[in-house]
Structures are given as C-alpha cells and as structure tokens.
C-alpha cells in the first residue's frame, strides 16, 4: 500500500446537522484573535497568543499556506444560519506514509458545553477516515485539559500514551497525554 494522496486544492466544504465548515478567511481577523488572544482558551495550548490582530492575521495565512502545501486541513466552524467563526477545526501533522494525522480543535467560550465540538468531531472523522482513508487520528492533549479529554472519550478516542514532560514551552516541561481512534473502530459506532 503507498502512502496516502492528499489534495486540498479544492478545499473540501462540509456540512453537519447545525454546522458549516469552511475556509478561514482575513475576514474572520476579529475572532481568531478572540480565539488566539484568551488565556483561558490557550491555557492548554503550548503556541504563542495572539497580541495583535496582526498576530491573527498571520495565524489565518499560515493556516492557508499549509493547507495550499497539503500538509494540513483547517475549517473555520460557523453555525448554519450565520457565516460568523464561532470555531477552528482541522487536521495537523499530518503523517500519509502511517495512514494518520493529529486532530485539533478550538471553540469560542460562548459556544462550548453545546456539543457542537462532538458534532465537529464527528463530520471531520468522517471525512478524514472514508473520504481521505485515513488509518487513525490522534490528538495530542494536556493532562489538565478534563474537558477536552471528555470530548475525546465521548467520541470513541482511547488513551494510548502519557508522554512525561516531553515538550518544553515557557520555562516549563510539559506533558502530553495522547488519544487516538482507529478507523475500523469509527466505522463500527456510525
């Protein structure tokens, strides 16, 4: 088996019961940087916040710069009846030869404990699994992030590794903790 073909030319618009997923754009400036500037929604992200809306700006282009490079897959997240960003969702570090990438995700404060995250979840799984045949997603989250490791849970992830203080970022060794679901155990809760 080679590895996986990705193309993202045609970026791939989804759909889910109350969400669209589509491409961030300059215009969404204003909400990445709520995204990317709030202590509390970086407190488990070990990457630099936003301090300007020029720090946003560069955070969009480089989204757009890996996903015209096919080397990841982001969505901005919108609720049906309006195209505001509540959200980011998309794939990264992605690995074609191993059949698998890491799932990563972002929501504004407002919209979470809603499951919209789930349903996020769920369509891009679909689409990473039958549409791009991935072999198994991961993500890669801090110990102390409880919500996003019920999140997890709750969409069939099971915990493969607590990695100790393995990533070094603001004075501190972290730890990662590693989560990952397998296609064929996707498949088998649809």
């Known amino acids: 088996m080679e590895k996986l073909q990705l193309n993202f030319k045609s970026f791939p618009y989804l ?4 969400l669209q997923f589509r ?3 300059e215009s969404d400036v204003n909400e990445v940087f709520e995204l990317r500037s709030d202590p509390v929604i970086m407190q488990y992200i070990p990457r630099p916040m936003a301090k300007t809306k020029d720090d946003a700006l560069e955070h969009i282009r480089s989204v757009q710069s890996i996903i015209d490079n096919n080397q990841g897959i982001n969505w901005g997240l919108t609720l049906k009846e309006d195209n505001k960003l509540i959200g980011i969702i998309g794939f990264y570090r992605m690995q074609p030869e191993n059949f698998r990438c890491e799932l990563g995700y972002i ?6 404990n809603k499951g919209y995250i789930s349903e996020a979840i769920k369509t891009v799984l679909h689409y990473a699994f039958e549409i791009l045949n991935f072999h198994s997603v991961e ?3 801090d110990p102390d992030n409880a919500a996003s490791e019920r999140v997890l849970l709750k969409n069939g992830f099971v915990k493969e590794a607590h990695i100790l203080e393995n990533e070094y970022w603001d004075g501190r060794f972290l ?4 989560y990952s ?3 064929r155990n996707f498949i088998a809760s649809v």
């Open 181 to 183: 679901l397998l296609k």
């Open 15 to 18: 759909n889910s019961s109350r």
């Open 139 to 141: 993500a890669i989250i």
């Open 175 to 178: 730890d990662t903790v590693i």
């Open 23 to 25: 491409p961030l754009s």
């Open 107 to 112: 929501l504004l404060p407002e919209f979470q």
